[in-house]
């Protein structure tokens, strides 16, 4: 993808983002645009940041350390901001919490109580997003109910207070089946409407959910942040 085929797919996703916003009776801007670099080098990130695109998702730590890093090293007038949105090894929480302003693929406790650490010796908040697992492919995200509400009580209660739960995270199934899809979506929804209520101390706004080939329909679900990469960067490079 050359810039400015990276600025016209960005332009019309916003565009697409405001039909389905408004189609779906929804406040204008009521979604985010996570655009998903993963796999694109350092200068498409760059293309985009022009384009006005400031939010970006990785899926690797140590790819998102050395492009992120290369990108600090460049002179633009602004700084994006980093959201990890893959499965976190427990030996990247390290470096994770200090490249990323978010981490969206919380799936265990154990992730909580490292996060907890590094970000202490950092003094540095970390939001995080829960992962549900939605979809029969997809192996992310917690598997079971009760096991999130461990986690979310042991925040209420606060054993990790550099930690900032701030939402929901979900992948719907890769099937052509639009109602698996929705359904994966309105799951997710209605679950934070049942968090919010067990828990209301924590403020559980965000919904992560809808993809390339899915964002219209996670609109429509109640989506507040879609994570976008090939129909931003094409397919992808490295
Ligand atoms: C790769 C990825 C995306 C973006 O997928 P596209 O289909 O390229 O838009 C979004 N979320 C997660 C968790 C991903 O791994």
Redesign the pocket.
Same mark, same amino acid.
């Given at each position: 993808m050359t810039e400015e085929q990276i600025k016209e797919n960005i332009d019309r996703i916003h565009e697409e983002l405001a039909d389905a916003e408004r189609k779906a009776g929804r406040e204008a801007g009521a979604v985010k645009l996570c655009a998903?670099s993963?796999f694109h080098a350092a200068a498409d990130v760059v293309a985009a940041i022009k384009a006005g695109q400031l939010l970006f &998702?990785e899926?690797r730590v140590q790819e998102a350390c050395s492009k992120f890093t290369e990108i600090g090293g460049m002179p633009l007038q602004c700084v994006p901001e980093l959201h990890i949105? &893959?499965t976190l090894q427990l030996n990247k929480v390290k470096k994770a919490v200090e490249v990323a302003s978010c981490i969206q693929s919380v799936d265990r406790e154990e992730l909580l109580a490292e996060m907890e650490k590094r970000c202490a010796s950092l003094g540095k908040d970390i939001r995080v997003l829960f992962e549900l697992h939605t979809g029969e492919e997809s192996k992310a995200g917690y598997a079971d109910e009760k096991a999130l509400y461990a986690s979310l009580e042991n925040c209420a209660k606060g054993c990790y207070p550099h930690v900032i739960p701030s939402g929901l995270m979900t992948?719907a199934p890769f099937t052509e089946d639009e109602s698996l899809v929705r359904k994966s979506f309105s799951t997710l929804r209605q679950l934070r409407e049942k968090l919010s209520k067990d828990f209301p101390s924590l403020r559980l706004d965000e919904l992560s959910m809808g993809?390339?080939?899915d964002y219209r329909i996670a609109v429509e679900e109640g989506s507040t942040m879609v994570?976008? &990469?090939?129909?931003i960067f094409g397919p992808r490079t490295i």
């Open positions: 998903v993963k &998702g899926n949105i &893959g992948m993809m390339s080939g994570r976008i &990469g090939t129909a």
